[in-house]
């Protein structure tokens, strides 16, 4: 997880618990505040769990231009390698004539030289 990922899931965890505070304090007595500190509080679990749960996502293998996830046995791809590089987006590339897209930055990647070619306005 990058730096700037990090420190804005961190601020939401605290946010989060501030909600929860607060709406704790409505709790007595009023079912919707007891809701709301549920909610709040599970969302605190998962905005939690999802900091602990990236720190060990596997890295991408690269290989012929793209970027391919495995997991055991199984392999997730083709991934586009600029998306990964720039802003740790996992972005699947698309089949598109004789190659691959990137929906997002329309990376190509020439399936039979494996070449790729960028967008210049991306």
Not at 27 to 37: C, I, M, S
Not at 50 to 64: Q, V, Y
Not at 65 to 73: A, I, R, S, T
Not at 89 to 106: D, E, F, M, S, V
């Amino acid at each position: 997880m990058n730096e700037k990922t990090q420190s804005f899931l961190s601020e939401m965890v605290k946010v989060v618990a501030r909600i929860a505070d607060e709406v704790d304090n409505l709790k007595h007595g009023d079912t919707l505040g007891g809701r709301l500190a549920d909610d709040a509080s599970h969302l605190e679990s998962q905005l939690s769990d999802a900091i602990r749960d990236e720190g060990s996502l596997k890295k991408p293998i690269f290989e012929g231009n793209q970027y391919f996830f495995v997991d055991g046995e199984k392999r997730e791809g083709p991934y586009c390698t600029k998306c990964w590089d720039e802003d740790k987006l996992p972005i699947r590339l698309h089949a598109w004539n004789t190659g691959l897209n990137c929906p997002r930055c329309q990376t190509f990647v020439s399936r039979e030289e494996g070449s790729v070619s960028y967008n210049q306005n991306s």
